[in-house]
């Protein structure tokens, strides 16, 4: 199973929106509606951020939203704050009954 | 609130093996699918398994599937990982984490794996 597909960096000023996408195949990200996000930051553990394609965990700042077209899955974050410097990550389950995650994309906020 | 620690990492020889604990409280363990995810230094994350809640149903990566073990046992709220023939490229930090509808979360701070001679 390949990984999904992420741009490496992303970079945006305070205050702007940026977009962050995943592509993978039919056998996954386009045929499902399980799609997931996650934000890691240095050192520590992943945090689940949007799951089932559009979804926000509670606690998750409503600046996150997650959209799906296709076999490509986008992240957009709104109102970029310097707190969202970080890696992000998407993951989807397969048609094989297992998880693939993407490659990873790091956040810059300028 | 919900935690989970794993233990069990450590340092040994390629071909050896290495059993990874993860303790779980603050919530039904029973209930829920369980998952191991790594990540080798510096690199992106990596699914590796998952086991069903009773234990019934259980998938692995390619990359470890027929080398690595998972399993549970809900009396003790535990999940485990039994890793044999291991290789230098499955060094990494590995993580236990509950599965939310088709998400992971929480996820426990990951216990490093190192493999070398």
């Known amino acids: 199973q390949s990984a999904l597909t992420q741009p490496a960096s992303v970079s945006g000023s305070p205050g702007q929106s940026i977009t962050i996408s995943c592509t993978g195949t039919s056998s996954d990200v386009g045929g499902y509606n399980y799609v997931s996000w996650y934000q890691q930051h240095p050192g520590k553990a992943p945090k689940l951020m949007i799951y089932d394609v559009s979804n926000r965990p509670s606690g998750v700042s409503n600046r996150f939203s997650g959209s799906k077209s296709g076999n490509t899955a986008s992240l957009t974050i709104s109102g970029l704050q310097a707190e969202d410097e970080a890696d992000y990550y998407c993951?989807?389950?397969?048609?094989?009954?297992?998880?693939?995650f993407g490659t990873g994309t790091k956040v810059t906020v300028l | 609130q919900v935690q989970l620690v794993e233990s069990g990492g450590g340092l040994v020889k390629p071909g050896g093996s290495l059993r990874l604990s993860c303790a779980a409280s603050g919530f039904t363990f029973s209930d829920y699918y369980m998952s191991w995810i790594r990540q080798a230094p510096g690199k992106g994350l990596e699914w590796v398994s998952y086991?069903?809640?009773?234990?019934?149903?259980?998938y692995y990566a390619d990359s470890v599937k027929g080398r690595f073990t998972i399993s549970r046992d809900n009396a003790k709220n535990s999940l485990y990982l039994q890793m044999n023939s291991l290789r230098a490229e499955d060094t990494a930090v590995y993580y236990c984490?509950?599965?939310?509808?088709?998400?992971?979360?929480?996820w426990g701070q990951g216990t490093l794996v190192t493999v070398s001679s």
């Open positions: 993951s989807s389950y397969t048609s094989s009954s297992t998880l693939v």
């Open positions: 984490a509950r599965f939310v509808a088709a998400g992971v979360d929480p």
């Open positions: 086991i069903s809640s009773s234990g019934s149903t259980i």
